[in-house]
């Protein structure tokens, strides 16, 4: 049974970091690109896209919102994935969600799109208190 068990997330005031994680059991990340995506409180809100490292770790895309604060790293010995929150807005108040899709070797591991990824996490709340 696939599971991605996301951890790390809570509350933080403005400016501060939290550092989450995505731990898979049931596969083996190094076959996927793994992207975080952020679902924030309200009525209408899309669950977008936050960034997506590569199978090797090598490549990684941060949307233009977190961009600079913002960073994706991975542990394959570890099976894990994180993300690394720095200067933390408001704005950045969601639920963070990792998910994997499996890459075929040799081509193009990224996504931004939520329909291309075929494993999620439960989601970790992180609330960024002004």
Not at 49 to 69: C, L, N, P, Q, Y
Not at 75 to 80: E, H, L, R, V
Not at 100 to 128: C, E, H, I, M
Request: aromatic share 14%; hydrophobic share 35%; charged share 15%.
């Amino acid at each position: 049974q696939v599971q991605l068990v996301e951890s790390g997330g809570g509350l933080v005031q403005a400016g501060g970091s939290l550092r989450l994680a995505c731990a898979a059991s049931g596969l083996t990340l190094f076959n996927y690109a793994t992207g975080w995506f952020r679902q924030a409180p309200g009525v209408g809100k899309e669950r977008e896209f936050v960034g997506a490292i590569s199978w090797s770790g090598e490549s990684t895309v941060a949307a233009d919102s977190v961009k600079g604060r913002f960073t994706i790293s991975r542990d394959n010995g570890k099976n894990t994935v994180y993300l690394q929150m720095n200067s933390l807005e408001s704005e950045d108040t969601a639920v963070y969600y990792c998910a994997a899709r499996w890459v075929r070797f040799g081509t193009n591991w990224y996504s931004p799109l939520k329909t291309d990824y075929t494993y999620w996490g439960q989601g970790t709340q992180v609330t960024v208190s002004s």
